[in-house]
């Protein structure tokens, strides 16, 4: 499996930035995909995950009705619209896969994609 993931940026605060994250390989319908972050000197934090079926998004609370997990099946792409963006969203974003789990302690999903910077400015 290889996530390729994009579509970071600066932006100000109340602004949005959709990031993108392309998979390929070996994919099952029950496999999930989760969006992750890590701000300097921070634990890297579950932000938003969902089904590669489509079912199922959750999010960390402190993205819940601002963030929005989707995914194109056509072009095997699972997408993360930020919008209302706020500096303590700052952080590089990751895409990770897993086969079966489908939760939010990174440790447990294997495939990774590289990270995208994220910077929301007051």
């Known amino acids: 499996v290889q996530l390729q993931a994009c579509g970071g940026g600066l932006v100000q605060a109340g602004g949005s930035l959709r990031l993108s994250c392309a998979a390929s390989g070996r994919i099952f319908s029950n496999s999930a995909v989760g969006w992750f972050r890590q701000a300097p000197g921070k634990d890297r934090d579950f932000v938003a995950g969902i089904r590669w079926s489509g079912a199922s998004p959750r999010y960390a609370d402190s993205v819940k009705g601002r963030f929005t997990i989707s995914r194109d099946n056509a072009e095997n792409t699972v997408y993360l619209q930020m919008n209302s963006l706020k500096p303590e969203d700052t952080a590089v974003y990751y895409c990770?896969?897993?086969?079966?789990?489908?939760?939010?302690?990174?440790?447990?999903?294997?495939?990774w994609g590289q990270g995208t910077q994220v910077t929301v400015s007051s």
């Open positions: 990770a896969l897993e086969h079966v789990y489908f939760g939010t302690n990174d440790d447990r999903y294997r495939y």
